[in-house]
Antibody
């Protein structure tokens, strides 16, 4: 059974940092592109970042570029999102998702809430 | 950036109704790169349709997708109780990947 489990969310002050993790199981993690998507409670979905299967290619939304870094450890079946210089507007539930064929978000984690507030 | 515009933003329907949601892309995208998701409160999105018209495994056949170019449609042929949710389209043609604003289907 495919499972994606996010962790690392919590309350952080503006300007602070947080690292999210997405632990994968039930499939050959190293073969799949992976993505992060966030959602402000009660609002729509916003794509954040993606990483290809070997970790060499990454993409970011403009709103997080130069502040967030996506990475993965295929030996640990885990993807990460390092979030620096956090702002109040980064407050959201962060989901990781598997991108089948590099484009079909067929499995999602349960999400982890990040709250940026003083 | 490719903007995805969904309509309507919300709709009221009854059990058994046929429901159609549209999604318009701001530029031509290959149909291969269009997904539809269902999301219920407090839950992660669930993939319903990929490649514009392919039904994801395990999704009931009352859901269907169509379209190409810039105009895409999600249809629920006969609405059931469990279909009351919010629906999103998404393009994966180019980054930044973008979602439509969502369509809330309610009673």
């Amino acid at each position: 059974e495919v499972q994606l489990v996010e962790s690392g969310g919590g309350l952080v002050q503006p300007g602070g940092s947080l690292r999210l993790s997405c632990a994968a199981s039930g499939f050959t993690f190293k073969n799949f592109w992976m993505d992060w998507v966030r959602q402000v409670p009660g609002k729509g979905l916003l794509w954040v970042s993606r990483i290809n299967s070997d970790g060499r290619t990454t993409r970011y939304a403009d709103s997080v570029k130069d502040r967030f870094t996506i990475s993965r450890d295929n030996a640990k079946n885990t993807m990460y999102l390092q979030m620096n210089s956090l702002r109040a507007e980064d407050t959201a539930v962060y989901y990781c998702a598997r991108a089948a064929a590099g484009r079909n978000f067929d499995f999602w984690g349960q999400g982890t809430l990040v709250t940026v507030s003083s | 950036d490719i903007q995805m515009t969904q309509s309507p933003s919300s709709l009221s329907a009854s059990i058994g109704d046929r429901v159609t949601i549209t999604c318009r892309a701001s530029q031509n995208i290959i149909s291969t790169y269009l997904n539809w998701f269902q999301q219920k409160p407090g839950k992660a999105p669930k993939l319903l349709i990929y490649d514009a018209s392919s039904l994801q495994s395990g999704v009931p056949s009352r859901f269907s997708g169509s379209g190409s170019g810039t105009d895409f449609t999600l249809t629920i042929s006969s609405l059931e109780t469990e279909d009351f949710a919010t629906y999103y389209c998404q393009q994966t043609h180019s980054t930044p990947l973008t979602f439509g604003g969502g369509t809330r289907v309610e009673i």
